[in-house]
């Protein structure tokens, strides 16, 4: 590892949050039905589940880009709304979104400089070594060029970069790499779990990929369909450090088939419903 652990890390406590979609009005959707997780700091947990059925939604509330209509959430002891002001907050979405005329060392740095500038946050300490950062995250040598220059992979390892460099209390992942070829996905997979192990962030990854799921989690939320609720909790005790080997294991296969059983019989009950 090399950065320690956060002392003040407590992890995640989402308690009875609820999401309606346009309150009081004639089309409101109710997204989330009460949700009620914990996780513990440093856990890798990802959130799976039928299509629409609030996986983003819960990640936005923790993100605060939106309020929940009920409930709460404390990351590391803090509203998320606290931690948003202090940039503790590690975002990762689908497309790196990176500045198109700024080098890659300067858009990993960009998030962590914007938040330092806001004389709140004066005196906030840098705990993460930019270099050090960049070559973890394979993107040594590249430091000075354009994201165009990169490949999706490399834009979204320096996407990860970034979310990385504000030291965040917690990494927030809304599927990042669904926009990728399936053999950069799988060789990703493998580049996070390394990263992560290294950086030891509390994780939160939203994917369709139940495979991809599996291989990097320590739990894996699966969630009913709408309005979305934690139907069931998946321990995923392989060992780490997970490899190749453990993808063509037997209890790596039988995990991902017996989530994948359960996501059919949830969808099956949607249908039916
Ligand atoms: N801004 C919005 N206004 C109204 N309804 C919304 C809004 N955003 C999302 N919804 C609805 O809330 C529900 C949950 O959406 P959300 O995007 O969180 O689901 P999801 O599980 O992430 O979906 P997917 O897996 O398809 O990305 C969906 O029915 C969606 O149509």
């Not at 003040?8 to 109710?30: K, L, M």
Request: some cysteine; proline content about 4%; aromatic content about 6%.
């Amino acid at each position: 590892m090399v950065e320690s652990k956060r002392l003040d890390a407590q992890g995640i406590q989402i308690e009875a949050v609820e999401v309606t979609y346009g309150v009081g009005s004639a089309e409101s959707v109710r997204a989330l039905a009460p949700v009620d997780l914990s996780i513990h700091a440093g856990a890798f947990v990802s959130l799976v589940g039928p299509s629409g059925c609030g996986k983003s939604t819960l990640l936005k509330v923790l993100a605060d880009l939106m309020p929940p209509t009920a409930g709460a959430v404390r990351i590391d002891g803090a509203a998320p709304s606290v931690l948003r002001q202090a940039g503790r907050i590690g975002l990762v979405f689908q497309q790196a979104n990176l500045m198109p005329w700024l080098t890659i060392e300067k858009n990993v740095c960009l998030l962590r400089e914007l938040v330092r500038q806001r004389k709140e946050n004066a005196g906030v300490t840098e705990s993460i070594d930019i270099a050090k950062l960049i070559e973890i995250v394979g993107l040594k040598g590249f430091e000075n060029k354009l994201p165009h220059q990169l490949s999706g992979g490399m834009q979204q390892r320096a996407a990860l970069a970034r979310a990385l460099a504000l030291d965040p209390s917690v990494l927030l992942m809304d599927e990042p790499f669904a926009a990728l070829d399936e053999i950069t996905r799988d060789r990703m997979a493998f580049e996070l779990m390394r990263i992560w192990q290294q950086y030891q962030k509390t994780v939160i990854f939203v994917t369709h990929s139940l495979a991809e799921a599996v291989f990097l989690s320590d739990r894996v939320v699966l969630m009913s369909a709408r309005p979305g609720r934690i139907h069931r909790i998946y321990e995923i005790d392989l060992p780490r450090p997970r490899t190749e080997e453990t993808r063509l294991s037997d209890a790596f296969l039988m995990l991902v088939a017996e989530i994948n059983r359960e996501l059919y019989k949830v969808m099956h009950e949607q249908v039916n419903q």
